[in-house]
């Protein structure tokens, strides 16, 4: 686990000024009490390394102080620009969650580029919100919580379950989605789980990994017009919300090529704040289906957890 050491915290009543060592921060709902970006959004607090200061100083040829990028808590030890949304950080009951890296620079109309000529806030900073209240002083230790994004993919066939032939939707729906976390820089915990075309059986392991706040939910197998084929209607009947565009550009853009692809029900939407995703059981089909699902994952869970990047 890595900690980070907090080596300054500071705050403004102006947005777009310069931000004043002060010697504890107090740290609410709402963000850091007397701080002009405290706020019911999702900026509330702010993050710059001194490894981020020090390549600024280079560039500037002066000696900088803290705060004077307007970030509300300077830190050393690790890059925080390596940081994802969703990440945490935690220091005794204080709990902040990361929800923005970098921002739009306000080019000559802000204070903090004339002062300094340069900004690396834009490229460098961090932003979270407050999960949890808290204290936080000169001194302290963050201790950083990488997001692991939970996993789960269910396989949906009698002949498989019964080990009659062997899976393959599963496992290579498994490497597909290690492969794009990992390029994304995620961490990622998944599971396997194979059943036959129960409805029943497949009704209480969506619940049970929606109860568990699963993140990310596939289910391969089950989704033509066969009578066994019952996955999409079990899933569409736990969903909250559903979102049927991805599929219907899967089947619009693979059924002008293969016309079978159109007899497909696939099917995508949300539980609570769990994604589920019922794919067909072919494996060329797990590849096309997940290469379009992956392109929205992020920004899914950005719209769940009410990040606005506007």
Request: glycine share 10%; hydrophobic share 35%; with cysteine.
């Amino acid at each position: 686990m890595e900690k980070i050491k907090v080596l300054s915290v500071n705050i403004s009543e102006w947005k777009g000024t310069i931000k004043i060592p002060v010697d504890k921060i107090s740290l609410t709902n709402i963000g850091i009490l007397g701080d002009a970006h405290a706020g019911k959004w999702h900026r509330q607090v702010s993050l710059l390394g001194k490894e981020s200061i020090d390549k600024a100083e280079q560039e500037i040829g002066r000696k900088l102080t803290y705060g004077e990028f307007a970030e509300n808590i300077t830190t050393e030890g690790f890059p925080l620009y390596q940081m994802k949304p969703f990440d945490r950080l935690v220091c005794g009951n204080l709990l902040l969650e990361v929800t923005q890296i970098g921002k739009k620079c306000h080019g000559t109309n802000c204070a903090i580029y004339q002062e300094t000529g340069n900004c690396v806030m834009p490229k460098e900073g961090i932003f979270c919100r407050v999960i949890q209240d808290g204290e936080l002083k000169k001194g302290d230790l963050l201790e950083y919580h990488p997001r692991i994004i939970r996993t789960h993919i269910i396989t949906l066939s009698d002949r498989a379950s019964q080990g009659i032939y062997e899976d393959k939707s599963g496992p290579l729906l498994k490497k597909l989605t290690e492969s794009f976390f990992a390029e994304a820089g995620r961490s990622v915990s998944i599971e396997n789980s194979g059943i036959p075309d129960d409805e029943i059986l497949l009704e209480e392991l969506l619940k049970s990994l929606i109860e568990k706040n699963t993140d990310i939910i596939f289910t391969t197998g089950g989704t033509g017009i066969g009578p066994r084929d019952i996955t999409p209607d079990v899933v569409k009947a736990l969903l909250d919300k559903e979102i049927p565009g991805i599929m219907e550009m899967i089947r619009v853009k693979y059924g002008m090529q293969f016309p079978n692809v159109l007899i497909s029900r696939s099917i995508a939407g949300v539980a609570g704040k769990t994604l589920i995703y019922a794919l067909p059981g072919n494996p060329k089909a797990v590849k096309e289906y997940s290469d379009e699902i992956f392109k929205t994952v992020e920004h899914s869970f950005r719209m769940l957890y009410n990040i606005d990047e506007h």
